[in-house]
Structures are given as structure tokens and as C-alpha cells.
């Protein structure tokens, strides 16, 4: 089963609206890491955020996680179409030592 | 640096043959692995390596295996190919897979496997 579960699965937006995606995970987790991928591509690291962290910037995107909550967001401040891809919210844990990937949303930007 | 390089991009296999997906990197990585992605289900983890001579299971690896003699290779073996195995493949690395020093993961650009 999937430890990160993203939501919504596909999101529509026009270029220069702001698009948001959450993460839901089920048990404790030592960080929380977003990717994007492109169309027929490979994954693309874009942040990582600590479990001792509640939110994090890096450019355009905006990462909270809440803990107790057991989610986080990513928010994609002022779209472009380059944004369009689908994104993922993957959740480490020391034991184990392993990566745990959600399903994904798409992300549509129409120019 | 090349980064993530693997081996082929695409591949039609029949049922019952056996191949191997090439994986390599020259970052000097310690943490290597192999993820195969299925419509609608994310990335799920085949197996993984921390090091040279070190490998474990993921979440899904009957009908796989793996071996890590060098830093730079992780091949990812089919034993004999099943029509469920039809899927895109990637390979990962990253510095290091301990808790404290876990980084991002760097993944190859996928290879696209069909198995008829």
C-alpha cells in the first residue's frame, strides 16, 4: 500500500493562478519529499521538508507539513505552462530506509 | 557528469525470457535504486542498495533480482518475464541512504518494458 496519497489527482488552472496539492501519509516519517515529473521523463527532486519543519521555500513553491495532521502541500505560487507535469509526495523512514511514493497529481497550466 | 544513465530505453520482451536494465551513475553515490511506475499507482520499490556488495528488498521484488559489485552499477535483472512486469522502470541514487544525511534521490530517464 502507498504511504503518500495526493490530492487532488489532476488539477486545470490558467497560467498565473496558483496551484495547490496535498500529501496525506499514514505513519511517522523522518521527511517528506516532493518531485515533479515531466511527460515521459524521470523525476525531478524539488524539496525536502524534516519532520521538524513546518514549512519551507524554495523560488515559487511553498512546502508545509503538519505532522499531527500526518499531511503536507505544495503550493506553485504564479503558474506557467512549463509547471505542467504531474507531481509526487514521497515519505522516508529511517527504519527501513526507504523511499515510499504517493500516486501523483497532474498538474494542467493553459496559457 | 552524466548523472542517472540507463540502459535500454525501450524493450518488447516475450513471456519466460530474462534480460538485464542497465543502471549506472558517476556521482560517487552510495544509495542506489529501482523503482518500477504502473498507471495511476505511483512509484513502487523493486529493491535497493546502500553500498557496494549490499542489497535489500523493496516493496515488490519477486520476479527480480539485483546485485551492487561496484558503486557506479545496479543492474536489474528479469528472471523470466510475465505480462505484469509490463511497466516503466527506474533507477535511483542519492548520497546516502542513512536517516541523517538522507538526500534527494537522482533518477535515470526510465526504461519502458513490454512483455507480450
Known amino acids: 500500500s502507498q504511504q503518500g496519497e495526493e490530492d487532488p489527482q489532476a488539477l486545470s488552472i490558467q497560467e498565473g493562478e496558483n496551484a495547490t496539492m496535498n500529501c496525506s501519509y499514514k505513519?511517522?516519517?523522518?521527511?517528506l519529499q516532493w518531485y515533479r515529473q515531466n511527460s515521459g521523463r524521470g523525476l525531478v527532486h524539488l524539496i525536502l521538508i524534516r519532520s521538524n519543519e513546518r514549512e519551507k521555500h524554495s523560488g515559487r513553491l511553498r512546502v508545509t507539513l503538519d505532522t499531527s495532521k500526518k499531511s503536507s502541500s505544495l503550493l506553485i505560487t504564479a503558474s506557467r505552462a512549463a509547471d505542467t507535469a504531474s507531481y509526487f509526495c514521497a515519505t522516508y523512514k529511517a527504519a527501513g530506509n526507504k523511499l515510499t511514493f504517493g500516486g501523483g497529481t497532474r498538474v494542467l497550466v493553459k496559457p | 557528469n552524466a548523472g542517472v544513465t540507463q540502459t535500454p530505453k525501450f524493450q518488447v520482451l516475450k513471456t519466460g525470457q530474462s534480460m538485464t536494465l542497465q543502471c549506472a551513475q558517476d556521482?560517487?553515490?552510495?544509495?542506489m535504486s529501482w523503482y518500477r511506475q504502473d498507471p495511476g499507482m505511483g512509484l513502487r520499490l523493486i529493491h535497493y542498495s546502500v553500498g557496494a556488495g549490499i542489497t535489500d528488498q523493496g516493496e515488490v521484488p519477486n520476479g527480480y533480482n539485483v546485485s551492487r559489485s561496484t558503486t557506479e552499477d545496479f543492474p536489474l535483472r528479469l528472471l523470466s518475464a510475465a505480462p505484469s512486469q509490463t511497466s516503466v522502470y527506474f533507477c535511483?541514487?542519492?548520497?546516502?541512504?542513512?536517516?541523517?544525511?538522507?538526500?534527494?534521490?537522482?533518477f535515470g530517464p526510465g526504461t519502458r518494458l513490454t512483455v507480450l
Open positions: 535511483a541514487s542519492s548520497y546516502s541512504g542513512l536517516a541523517e544525511t538522507y538526500n534527494e534521490q537522482f
Open positions: 556521482m560517487n553515490h552510495e544509495y
Open positions: 505513519t511517522s516519517i523522518n521527511n
